[in-house]
């Protein structure tokens, strides 16, 4: 049974251009997270959604972030005009219910020059 | 959600049991306790959870007190490999206990 599917693993960008970042739960899992960690720093929330709708993105910069979980395809969390701030692992969770846990992926490791 | 409280490192021996204490003395009749850990930058692994009784898996133990202000993760038999920084998180399991709130958790460092 395969886990949480994240790609790609290392993104190298330059400032100014988009990121986007892929994710693909587990078999049966309709509820999708995602999170960042920046360097030296937490895992912070930045957005749940179930398919075709975003449920929570308390989490998510006001500009230039969004995420979209289509009715078929992975999730995806985009980017635009990236800025060295953005440099940081991203990582995906899964889960079956919404009050189930949560299975990460192996992250997106995210790098602006 | 409610704060956790972690020690920021704790040492342990290889095969040996290793410990880990949470304090939530904060908790809410409907929160839960959940424990993830990450091994060097890998993604969080998800370790266990529990409300109130005490709980096991293949993993490790959780020990929860009777006032649930308290809990602990036991790792009966450590190894080289369990070295990781230990979540100890409270999440509601009704009305928006969608996100896990990372804190600081505790850096585990098992040795030869």
């Known amino acids: 049974n395969a886990g949480v599917m994240q790609n790609p693993r290392h993104l190298v960008r330059r400032r100014g251009q988009e990121a986007r970042l892929r994710c693909s739960p587990m078999?049966?899992?309709?509820?999708v997270y995602w999170y960042r960690q920046l360097p030296e720093e937490g895992l912070k929330f930045m957005v749940y959604?179930?398919?075709?709708?975003?449920?929570?993105e308390s989490g998510m910069p006001k500009e230039r972030f969004s995420a979209e979980f289509p009715k078929e395809g992975p999730s995806i969390l985009r980017i635009q005009q990236v800025v060295r701030g953005d440099s940081a692992a991203y990582f995906c969770?899964?889960?079956?219910?919404?009050?189930?846990?949560?299975?990460f992926g192996p992250g997106t490791r995210l790098t602006v020059t | 959600d409610a704060k956790t409280t972690q020690p920021p490192s704790m040492d342990c021996a290889e095969g040996r049991a290793a410990n880990l204490p949470c304090n939530h003395s904060?908790?809410?009749?409907?929160?839960?306790v959940y424990w993830y850990r990450q091994i060097h930058s890998q993604g969080p692994q998800y370790i266990i959870h529990?409300?109130?009784n005490n709980e096991t898996n293949e993993m490790a133990s959780l020990i929860i007190t009777e006032d649930r202000k308290s809990s602990t993760l036991i790792l009966p038999h450590a190894t080289l490999r369990d070295t990781a920084v230990y979540y100890c998180?409270?999440?509601?399991?009704?009305?928006?206990?969608?996100?896990?709130?990372f804190g600081t958790g505790t850096q585990l460092k098992v040795e030869l």
């Open positions: 529990g409300l109130k």
């Open positions: 959604l179930q398919k075709e709708n975003i449920i929570d």
């Open positions: 078999k049966g899992h309709s509820h």
């Open positions: 998180i409270v999440r509601p399991f009704t009305g928006g206990g969608n996100k896990l709130t």
């Open positions: 904060t908790i809410s009749g409907n929160e839960y």
């Open positions: 969770a899964s889960s079956r219910r919404q009050d189930y846990e949560q299975y």
